[in-house]
């Protein structure tokens, strides 16, 4: 399967613990995304990299929340102190980094994160 | 303020019938417009992606229309099958960024036998 592939699917834990997500785009994509989605609602994007610059970062994102992607392929999303609104279902996508835009961004399943 | 609105909240139809799903959108400066299906517990899929000079564009059985003067958009689906139970997501993309996608709320569409 060569998509956007997330992991884990599923993350349940305490309120106050740390969680980490992992995405890896599809290989020859240079754009990476990162989004929220609560039931009901479209995706909230929450930040945005080229290779491995991160070139935006959504207001939504608390200082809690971090994100990387070290050598320009796989990302991580880390959230710390984890709190009962952060449950939410977690978007990885990617594109490729073409003038113009108009290039639809891929998605993997995301990562279900429940907080107790 | 960028926004994309879609009606109905949500659909029942009967397998084999056709529907159509709105998006009215004042998304500025705009750039183009797409059409995700998101099946539950899924990411979305891509359907299609509109710019300003396409006004219709079809994958399949799904068949998009684009009024960039009115601002408004179609999704229409023929024939409808069990498989297109899901919701699809309108969102409009902002003139010069890739990222800046302004997303709708999603229409939930229901297929029944």
């Known amino acids: 399967d060569t998509g956007v592939s997330q992991d884990p699917r599923h993350k349940i834990t305490k309120r106050g613990q740390n969680v980490t997500f992992r995405c890896d785009p599809i290989s020859e994509h240079n754009r990476l995304y990162w989004y929220r989605q609560t039931l009901g609602q479209g995706p909230e994007f929450l930040t945005y990299?080229?290779?491995?610059?991160?070139?935006?970062k959504s207001r939504l994102l608390s200082d809690r929340f971090s994100a990387e992607r070290p050598k320009g392929s796989f990302s991580t999303l880390e959230i710390q102190r984890t709190e009962q609104g952060d449950s939410a279902m977690y978007l990885c996508a990617s594109s490729p980094g073409t003038p113009g835009g108009n290039q639809p961004q891929h998605f993997g399943d995301g990562t279900r994160l429940s907080i107790l | 303020k960028n926004q994309v609105e879609q009606s109905p909240q949500s659909l029942i139809i009967l397998e084999g019938k056709n529907c159509t799903l709105q998006c009215n959108y004042t998304v500025s400066p705009f750039s183009n417009l797409r059409w995700y299906k998101q099946d539950t517990g899924r990411g979305p899929v891509s359907l299609t992606i509109?710019?300003?000079s396409e006004n219709t564009k079809s994958n399949g059985r799904y068949t998009a229309t684009l009024d960039a003067d009115t601002k408004q958009s179609s999704l229409h689906i023929t024939a409808s099958q069990l498989s297109d139970s899901a919701s699809y997501i309108c969102?409009?993309?902002?003139?010069?960024?890739?990222?800046?996608?302004?997303w709708g709320a999603g229409t939930k569409l229901i297929i029944k036998p």
């Open positions: 969102v409009v993309s902002k003139e010069g960024s890739n990222y800046q996608l302004i």
């Open positions: 509109m710019t300003f």
């Open positions: 990299f080229q290779n491995e610059a991160q070139l935006e």
